[in-house]
């Protein structure tokens, strides 16, 4: 047996870490064709024609077997008694003569110590910058050597294990990682995955750039805030003062949003004691908006009352809307409906503004028992909305008649001319 091992020998040495599946009805893709090709870090037509030589020889044997999370069954291949007696004459004689088999593992299973002891100093730059990677990606963009050590999936795609790429990061020069980070930065602009592209952004050190990202693109990023985009920009440092307002406003949003409530209180409050009246303003605003998650209703409405104070020259429809169903939650009808009365004398600039204020009249009148006035409040609030979506409507369709599309364009006038044929407004 030569010291390296052969395509045929890795494949049996594989499939012995799985000999436990070989009467189960569920079993894992590790051990489907494109399962052994991806550990091996070989080709699909290379797997096929190994697994086709062992099957010849009665290592293999192979069943059409359900894998587990999949919908439908395919070729499954399982050491025969044969392959099984061969499997531990390899580790056998990788045990006598001191061969590590960590490097013909499916680098997936392998521990992160073990791997990279065992690991040639060529490969572990490679590596390391996969680590870098929180979510999957494409495995043609890393350098050539990585074709032979790095498993992707069946969408050609690189995707290791939590443990194994904390293990290998925290072992990482950080000048390095700063570079990996910078490489992913340039990976993820590709594909306008703003979130991952803050991330690594921010974990290169390179703050300045992060806060132009969150100041150009701070409403496509609140579009869907999760736990990945709080961690992204909740480290961001040293924020500049023409930037701080925004970057404190979606760090802010963001933890309101995703449940980290004492983080967001935390930076509220820095806005609140800044000198710029809109910083201030927002910080005002998303306490009220977090309270109000909370079910605390006085302390939401004292709240608004101080973003109200910061302008006193100025009616913010959506912070009075707010003020409003505070006081509503709390049991108060009489102050909210004066406000929301007010509001409507004035002219909206927003139809959602305009829906809401009527919606929250319905829910006093619905309280105070006046329920033909409450029908009458909520039809006037889909109205409202309902003139939202034809102005929607419209501008498509002066789209799709700007770029030509004449088919389209009348489509969508169409759907805006029968919103207002229902007679709605």
Not at 25 to 38: E, F, L, N, R, T
Not at 247 to 271: D, F, N, P, S, W
Not at 279 to 285: H, P, Q
Not at 353 to 379: N, Q, W
Request: proline content about 3%; some cysteine.
């Amino acid at each position: 047996m030569a010291a390296s091992l052969t395509v045929g020998e890795r494949i049996i040495f594989h499939l012995s870490q799985y000999t436990k599946y070989h009467d189960s009805y569920d079993v894992p893709i590790d051990i489907s064709q494109d399962g052994i090709a991806a550990a091996l870090r070989i080709s699909r037509a290379h797997a096929a024609l190994e697994l086709k030589k062992l099957k010849d020889s009665k290592d293999v044997a192979e069943r059409l077997s359900h894998i587990k999370k999949g919908r439908t069954k395919r070729k499954a291949y399982f050491l025969t008694p044969q392959g099984e007696k061969k499997a531990k004459e390899i580790m056998q004689y990788a045990d006598v003569n001191a061969i590590d088999l960590t490097p013909f593992q499916d680098i997936r299973k392998c521990k992160g110590p073990e791997l990279w002891d065992a690991l040639d100093d060529k490969f572990k730059p490679v590596v390391a910058m996969s680590c870098v990677f929180r979510k999957p990606f494409r495995r043609e963009v890393l350098p050539d050597i990585a074709t032979s050590l790095l498993p992707v999936d069946e969408r050609g795609m690189v995707d290791l294990p939590l443990e194994l790429k904390e293990y290998v990061v925290s072992v990482t020069d950080p000048e390095k990682l700063k570079d990996y980070h910078s490489f992913a930065v340039d990976y993820w602009l590709h594909w306008d995955d703003l979130k991952e592209v803050l991330y690594h952004l921010v974990c290169s050190k390179r703050f300045a750039d992060a806060e132009i990202l969150v100041f150009h693109h701070a409403k496509e990023l609140l579009i869907s805030p999760d736990e990945d985009l709080l961690e992204a920009v909740s480290n961001i440092r040293d924020v500049t003062k023409g930037y701080s307002g925004l970057v404190h406003y979606v760090q802010a949003e963001t933890a309101r949003r995703v449940g980290k409530h004492e983080y967001c209180l935390i930076v509220c409050k820095c806005m609140e004691a800044s000198s710029i009246p809109s910083e201030r303003f927002d910080g005002y605003m998303i306490e009220g908006l977090l309270n109000m998650d909370k079910k605390e209703y006085a302390l939401a409405y004292r709240a608004f009352i101080r973003a109200r104070g910061v302008y006193d020259d100025h009616i913010n429809t959506a912070l009075e809307c707010h003020i409003a169903e505070s006081l509503i939650r709390n049991g108060d009808y009489h102050e909210p409906r004066e406000i929301l009365e007010r509001l409507l004398s004035r002219r909206f600039e927003e139809p959602e503004e305009e829906a809401r204020a009527y919606y929250l009249l319905g829910v006093i009148a619905l309280k105070t028992g006046e329920d033909d006035e409450a029908l009458r409040m909520f039809a006037l609030s889909r109205n409202a909305m309902n003139t939202k979506q034809t102005e929607l409507y419209n501008k498509i369709s002066e789209m799709y008649y700007s770029i030509g599309n004449r088919d389209r364009s009348l489509e969508y006038a169409l759907k805006a001319n029968n919103l207002k044929l229902t007679g709605t407004f």
